[in-house]
């Protein structure tokens, strides 16, 4: 005789709450955040800008002060981009951790904020830093992610839970 396993459902499948969206705050929507898809573009190259010409001034200084014999090798030139990355990781966690927003962001009139329409406290900057450094490092991807995802958000955004926002 043949044993028959029975398996309700309604034990393991949660209910779902379809007027959760309804109390959600507005620029939590995936409309909202697709509005921002520009301006964040926008703000970001103005940061990247920014980190490039500080980063400038570091490697011209740097090669200025290389003995005459020294070349420019792979080994080099790969320790510059490591350089590079660390220092727009840096960035952007330094400036989520004080201000929640970046010089870029703040030009686009854009800030960082929870769910509760309040600004990141340390622990949400540190996530959110994070997830800036798991963006960056597969050369940008977690950035270009908003461009596909369904509620266009960077990976930053989703390990933090935090979204971007119009001021």
């Known amino acids: ?20 969206a309804e109390h959600s ?12 898809l520009a301006p964040r573009i926008a703000a970001g190259f103005i940061d990247l800008a920014i980190v490039a010409a500080v980063f400038a001034i570091f490697v011209v200084t740097t090669y200025l002060e290389m003995p005459e014999n020294f070349t420019l090798d792979r080994r080099v030139l790969g ?17 989520m951790l004080s201000a929640s927003q970046t010089p870029g962001m703040k030009y686009r009139r854009l800030i960082v904020s929870t769910t509760e329409a309040v600004p990141l406290d340390p622990k949400l900057a540190c996530l959110r830093g994070f997830g800036y450094l798991i963006s960056i490092l597969p050369l940008l991807l977690g950035f270009i ?23």
């Open 25 to 36: 705050p507005p620029f939590t929507l995936p409309e909202y955040q697709r509005q921002l």
């Open 79 to 95: 320790v510059y981009a490591v350089s590079y990355f660390a220092l727009v990781t840096i960035y952007f966690f330094l400036f």
């Open 1 to 20: 005789m043949k044993k028959r396993t029975v398996i309700a459902i309604q034990e393991y499948q949660p209910e779902l709450d379809f007027e959760e």
């Open 145 to 167: 992610w908003m461009l596909i995802d369904p509620e266009h958000l960077t990976w930053a955004d989703k390990v933090s839970g935090t979204y971007i926002k119009k001021i």
